[in-house]
């Protein structure tokens, strides 16, 4: 089984490959941030592998911060948090002109990706979000 250890693909969709990775162990994966799903408006995860979906991959101890894995891999420990970054900006007068400056940049949470393997062996992926309040 070919594997994959301590890469980083941050920012990337399909990383690199010559051959078929089964296995990623201590790579990152992590995407600027969380998309929005056009059906049901909630965040998630940008899809990696996109051109191969269907072949599913496991992932041990890799950032997947605003991932969406191919359907059926395997995820064990790692970041599967789901983040975006907001800015507050604010006009101010600086001599009689106008300028806009950032006043606070957030990084704000909207959930996380809970893999679980079942004990027949199959393998469930939840969407979970953080409680709006």
């Given at each position: 089984?070919?594997?994959?250890?301590?890469?980083?693909?941050?920012?990337?969709?399909?990383?690199?490959?010559?051959?078929?990775v089964e296995t990623?162990?201590?790579?990152?994966?992590?995407?600027?941030?969380?998309?929005?799903?056009?059906?049901?408006?909630?965040?998630?995860?940008?899809?990696?592998?996109?051109?191969?979906?269907?072949?599913?991959?496991?992932?041990?101890?890799?950032?997947?911060?605003?991932?969406?894995?191919?359907?059926?891999?395997?995820?064990?420990?790692?970041?599967?948090?789901?983040?975006?970054?907001?800015?507050?900006?604010?006009?101010?007068?600086?001599?009689g002109t106008l300028?806009?400056?950032?006043?606070?940049?957030?990084?704000?949470?909207?959930?996380?990706?809970?893999?679980?393997?079942?004990?027949?062996?199959?393998?469930?992926?939840?969407?979970?979000?953080?409680?709006?309040?």
């Amino acid at each position: 089984m070919p594997s994959m250890k301590r890469k980083n693909y941050s920012g990337q969709r399909t990383p690199p490959m010559g051959e078929l990775v089964e296995t990623y162990i201590d790579c990152n994966f992590s995407q600027p941030a969380a998309i929005t799903d056009p059906d049901s408006g909630k965040k998630v995860g940008v899809p990696i592998f996109p051109e191969s979906r269907n072949v599913p991959r496991e992932f041990i101890d890799c950032n997947l911060q605003n991932c969406d894995v191919p359907p059926n891999s395997i995820v064990d420990g790692g970041n599967t948090s789901l983040t975006t970054k907001e800015v507050e900006e604010e006009t101010i007068d600086v001599r009689g002109t106008l300028v806009s400056r950032i006043k606070k940049r957030l990084d704000v949470a909207h959930g996380w990706y809970v893999h679980t393997v079942e004990a027949d062996g199959t393998n469930t992926r939840t969407h979970e979000e953080f409680p709006l309040e």
